[in-house]
C-alpha cells in the first residue's frame, strides 16, 4: 500500500548538476526516515544520504559537500540535489524509506523505489 517513486536521474556532464525526487504514495501511511542508496557498475550498494523526519542529514563521505538531501514531509518527497557530478557518481540511484502501515494494527514496513540511472559522462 506504500510505494516510492524516483524520477530526475539521466545524462549529465562532470561538473554538472541534476535532482532526484522520490514520492511515497498510497494510503494509511506514515514516512519516518528516507535515504538515498546508489548502486555502481560492479560495487555493492552503499548509502548516500539519510534525513530524519524531523530533518537531521548525513551524508557519505564521497558527497559531502557535494549532494544536499531534503524533504517535504506535506508532499511526502524526498530530494537529493547533487552537484559538482563525477564520472564515479553513475549508479542506479535507489529511494528507501522506514514507514509505518496503519491499520488495523501498525506495521513497519521498509519500502524502496525501482531506481533512477545517473549517468555522469562526457
Known amino acids: 500500500q506504500v510505494q516510492l517513486v524516483e524520477s530526475g536521474g539521466g545524462l549529465v556532464q562532470p561538473g554538472g548538476s541534476l535532482r532526484l525526487s522520490c514520492a511515497a504514495s498510497?494510503?494509511?501511511?506514515?514516512?519516518?526516515?528516507m535515504r538515498w542508496h546508489r548502486q555502481a557498475p560492479g560495487k555493492e550498494r552503499e548509502l548516500v544520504a539519510d534525513i530524519t523526519k524531523g530533518g537531521n542529514t548525513n551524508y557519505a563521505d564521497s558527497v559531502e559537500g557535494r549532494f544536499t538531501i531534503s524533504r517535504d514531509n506535506a508532499k511526502n518527497t524526498v530530494y537529493l540535489q547533487m552537484n559538482s557530478l563525477k564520472p564515479e557518481d553513475t549508479a542506479v540511484y535507489y529511494c528507501n524509506a522506514d514507514a509505518r502501515q496503519w491499520g488495523p494494527t501498525t506495521i513497519p514496513i521498509s519500502v524502496w523505489g525501482q531506481g533512477t540511472l545517473v549517468a555522469v559522462s562526457s
Open positions: 498510497g494510503s494509511s501511511f506514515s514516512i519516518e526516515a
